[in-house]
Structures are given as C-alpha cells and as structure tokens.
C-alpha cells in the first residue's frame, strides 16, 4: 500500500531458526503496530510502537521481539521460530489522526 | 479491554440483494472509532467506513452503510446492491480516542474474528 512495505512478501523458514520481518513507512507516522492473521482469530496485535525505541507488547507478544531504531523502520522478530508461528503478518501505521494504512502482509511457513 | 465480536463466520447474499453484517462490541469509554474493513483474497485490508461515537448520524459510503446502536453497543455494516466484488473477508474494529502522554497503546485497532461473505450470482 501506498507510503507502507513489508518485506518478505512470503517466506518459508525451518522450526528453531530466526526470522526477521521489515515494516517500512514513508509517512512520518509515530505509531506502527504488528499484528497476526490466523483463521478464526482475527488480527490479533503482537507488538506496537509509539516512537524511536519506544515499543510494547500486545496480546499474543509471547515468542516474538521487534525493534525500532528509526522513525521509518519496525522490525518484529522471531528468535525461534516454531509451527504455531505460521500465520500471515501484518504491519500497520498510523498517525494521531483517524486513519491506519496497513502494509500487504507477509504469509510466514514455519516448517 | 474492548472486545468485538462477529456473530456471523459466514454470510451469503445474491447479487444485487442487500446483506447486513454484525457487530458488537464491549467497552467502558464513551468515546470511540469503530470502522469496517474489508480484506479481499489479495489479502489487502482495505477500509469501508468509518463512525465516530460522539456522532449520532451514522455513516454512510456510496453502497456502504451502518446501523450504529450506541447503547446497544452494535454497529451493523449494510452493503446494498451488493456486487461480485464485494465477496470478502470482512472485519468490525474498535479504537479509543483517549491519548496516553508515556504512549500509543489506546490507539490501537481491537479486531473481531471477521465474516466471510459470498456474492451468488
């Protein structure tokens, strides 16, 4: 989506391996939030930051960490990644105002 | 916390018919954003409409409307003259307005488990 990328756009991964998921943003916005699709759940927030360096945990954070060492960048990672992480991924942005603009996704395979 | 619940896994409407999705949500604030999004099989989500609490009218979007029940605590999403298109996934969401100075976390988006909606032709 326009002023938001996530990278991979899919990726296969063995069980124990790290994985390190990209969210880009070119819109300046101060909130940007990770969440997770799986079927029947909904999207459910894993992590969220609210500025440089500042972040915190969602409701399903349990296994993953992120990082945002610059306003355009948040990073969410999987330190060991295990089958019950496969879902698709998403990051979100959004400014004080109303809006969220959501990136396209990312389907992880953990196998 | 808000929760938001979708009663309805699936929903099936004939093209040109009029389907209504719900939703209803727990909170205990008095001001609030609910939106619909829409999330086709590209899996993009894309926003439909969007109803602040604090107004009484509800809002509408070309095709799109709501039925927003403050005190009921629902917000019913009407697509009219529904399309082929329009055969989604689609998901209610809930949003404090309420601003913490140490962060960002009331403005996050609380999701329920969505409706799967089929256009027959």
């Known amino acids: 989506d326009a002023g938001i990328t996530q990278s991979p756009r899919h990726k296969v991964t063995e069980t124990g391996t790290p994985v390190t998921l990209r969210c880009h943003q070119t819109?300046?916005?101060?909130?940007m939030y990770w969440y997770r699709q799986d079927p029947g759940h909904g999207l459910r927030l894993i992590h969220y930051?609210?500025?440089?360096?500042?972040?915190d945990k969602g409701e399903v954070s349990d296994g993953y960490s992120v990082s945002r060492s610059k306003t355009e960048d948040f990073l969410l990672t999987l330190e060991s990644a295990t089958s019950s992480q496969t879902s698709v991924y998403f990051c979100?942005?959004?400014?004080?105002?109303?809006?969220?603009?959501f990136g396209s996704g990312t389907r992880l395979t953990v196998v | 916390a808000q929760t938001v619940t979708q009663s309805q896994p699936e929903m099936s409407v004939q093209e040109a018919e009029t389907v209504t999705l719900s939703c209803t949500y727990d909170?205990?604030?008095?001001?609030?954003?609910l939106f619909w999004y829409k999330q086709p099989p590209s899996r993009q989500m894309i926003l439909v409409i969007r109803?602040?609490?604090?107004?009484?009218q509800n809002a509408t979007e070309n095709r799109f409307s709501v039925n927003f029940q403050k005190a009921a605590k629902s917000f019913s999403l009407k697509i009219s003259d529904s399309q082929l298109g329009d055969a989604a996934m689609y998901f209610c969401?809930?949003?404090?307005?309420?601003?913490?100075?140490?962060?960002?976390?009331?403005?996050?988006?609380?999701f329920g488990k969505g409706t799967l909606l089929t256009v027959n032709p």
């Open positions: 979100a942005i959004s400014g004080t105002g109303r809006g969220y603009t």
């Open positions: 819109e300046n916005h101060r909130y």
């Open positions: 930051s609210y500025g440089v360096k500042d972040t």
């Open positions: 909170t205990s604030e008095s001001d609030y954003y």
């Open positions: 109803q602040e609490a604090y107004k009484q």
């Open positions: 969401a809930y949003r404090s307005t309420s601003h913490l100075n140490s962060g960002g976390s009331n403005y996050k988006l609380t």
